[in-house]
Nanobody, 131 residues
């Protein structure tokens, strides 16, 4: 059984930092299969960052330069380092796993469009940024 468990969310002031973690179990090949998304109530899920099989990262437009995605394959933990957080980054953050979805996201579809293709999701961790 695949399980993705996020942690590390919290409340910070604008300009602050947080590091999210996603512990993956039951999924045999995390390399090239992982991504982060976020969602605000009433809005569609938005792609934040993904990693392809060669470790190349892809970021949403407003995250590039502030967020860094990384994967500890030895321990099956996906990370998202978020710096210079702004109030508009307030959302529930989810990690997701699906190798085919990552391939599509790095192709023509992009992360946000590929979101429905991901077969495995965590329960989410809330990030709240105050001004």
């Amino acid at each position: 059984q695949v399980q993705l468990v996020e942690s590390g969310g919290g409340s910070v002031q604008a300009g602050g930092s947080l590091r999210l973690s996603c512990k993956v179990s039951g999924y045999t090949n995390t390399r090239g299969s992982m991504a982060w998304f976020r969602q605000v109530p009433g809005k569609a899920r938005e792609g934040v960052a993904g990693l392809d099989s060669e470790g190349i990262a892809k970021y949403g437009p407003s995250m590039k330069g502030r967020f860094t995605i990384s994967l500890d394959t030895a321990n099956n933990i996906l990370y998202l380092q978020m710096n210079d957080l702004q109030p508009e980054d307030t959302a529930m953050y989810y990690c997701a796993a699906d190798q085919e979805a990552v391939v599509r996201a790095f192709g023509n579809s992009g992360l946000t469009t590929a979101a429905p293709l991901f077969g495995h999701w965590g329960q989410g961790t809330q990030v709240t940024v105050s001004s």
